[in-house]
């Protein structure tokens, strides 16, 4: 079974950056689409970004539009979500998710990364 780990959440001021990562075991990336889904305390969860598994197509909310960029390195089995512009709505638990497709529902996912903004 496909594995999950995320990394690179922490505590950052509004304004600032963030890089998270997803790291997988056991099969290879290269097979699913890899999206990023975050939780905020209250709230429900929300698609935030998905890369597809062939032509690299990228999706994001609207909420993150210009400010996030998803992307992958298959050689080192890893997808990363670069956060700038960083603002206290972006707090949230954030969750990498494999499918087979983006417009799929999501049949893996990591742990988690907290990423809080805040002042």
């Known amino acids: 079974q496909l594995q999950l780990v995320e990394s690179g959440g922490g505590l950052v001021q509004p304004g600032g950056s963030l890089r998270l990562s997803c790291a997988a075991s056991?099969?290879?990336?290269?097979?699913?689409?890899i999206g990023w889904v975050r939780q905020a305390p209250g709230k429900e969860r929300e698609g935030v970004s998905c890369i597809s598994k062939t032509d690299g197509s990228t999706y994001y909310a609207d909420s993150v539009k210009g400010r996030f960029t998803i992307s992958r390195d298959n050689a080192k089995n890893t997808v990363y979500l670069q956060m700038n512009s960083l603002k206290p709505e972006d707090t949230a638990v954030y969750y990498c998710?494999?499918?087979?497709?983006?417009?799929?529902?999501?049949?893996?996912w990591g742990q988690g990364t907290q990423v809080t903004v805040s002042s």
């Open positions: 998710a494999a499918t087979r497709l983006c417009e799929y529902e999501y049949e893996y």
């Open positions: 056991r099969f290879t990336l290269d097979y699913y689409a």
